[in-house]
């Protein structure tokens, strides 16, 4: 196993990790959404009248719909499905009467999940100068040869490793620096838990670590459950014999300076 690998789990398993991994990513929920006072209005109006039409026309008209259901996102993109379908109307209003007004506010005004915030948090970690070097644009990255990180949106280090490292990827990168005269590029994701869009983010940093064609060193800055130990897809990858550069953020520094 990659020694970075076998380090960051070490990590995980041994110190205080998540402790240590909240001053990276601070994952501290919203305030609660607003909520259209019109919209409540009505939403009382038709829920003490038992109006099941008007009650779910306001509610999914709302950012959030105050219940879980397979039907609700054919019913958001087809308002008029309503009228041809009463019974599905019925058994929604049932479950929703039963919840009472309170918890329906509190539902619909429920703040957005930390999970859709993680993104930008890892570049505000770079931007505190975390790794002790200069963060530069491209024309001054290329200007000199000294250690550097590069500043830009994803799309910008995307262009910069099209353009000077043969990267032929569509996506943009999270991660480009320069470390001893050897370029490195990385990905930085926060898995939270496994399957679905988390899988998929995995999948992101794999296909990162297999391109080839890349002049640089590649490395996937990965955090969260992948470093538990178990038989999970996440896990097993870690082992594989090609030893790939897959490491916490909490040491990705001390990897950078032994390049």
């Known amino acids: 196993m990659n020694h ?6 070490e990590y995980a398993n041994q110190r205080n990790y998540l402790d240590d991994l909240f001053k ?3 994952c501290i929920p919203e305030g609660i959404r607003d909520m259209d006072k019109e919209k409540w209005q009505a939403i009382e109006k038709a829920f003490k009248k038992r109006d099941n039409s008007g009650l779910l026309q306001t509610l999914l008209s709302l950012d959030l719909f ?7 996102a054919y019913l958001k993109r087809d308002p008029s499905a309503l009228e041809r379908n009463p019974q599905t109307v019925n ?17 619909c005004s429920e703040p957005k999940e930390t999970n859709r915030q993680i993104g930008p948090l890892f570049h505000r970690w770079i931007e505190n100068k975390t790794l002790g070097v200069e963060l530069l644009r491209p024309d001054k990255f290329l200007a000199t040869e000294d250690n550097a990180v590069l500043r830009g949106s994803d799309n910008e280090l995307m262009e910069f490793a099209n353009t000077h490292l ?11 620096a320069r ?3 050897k ?21 992101d940093a794999k296909n990162l670590l297999k391109n080839s064609t890349i002049t640089a060193i590649k490395v996937a800055i990965l955090d969260g459950v992948l470093y538990i130990h178990g038989n999970n897809k996440m896990h097993e990858f870690l082992k594989d014999p090609n030893a790939y550069n897959i490491m916490s953020c909490l040491v990705l520094r001390d990897f950078l300076y032994q390049i």
């Open 91 to 107: 058994r929604l209003c049932g479950r929703i009467y039963e919840m009472g007004l309170n918890n329906i506010y509190e539902r």
């Open 66 to 72: 105050p219940i879980k259901d397979s039907y609700v």
């Open 4 to 9: 970075w690998t076998t380090l960051s789990i």
């Open 166 to 176: 043969n990267y032929n990827g569509t996506k943009g990168l999270d991660f480009i």
């Open 183 to 203: 370029y490195v590029v990385g990905e930085a994701k926060f898995l939270t838990d496994f399957g679905g869009h988390q899988n998929a983010q995995f999948e």
């Open 24 to 26: 990276v990513y601070p």
């Open 179 to 181: 470390f001893n005269k």
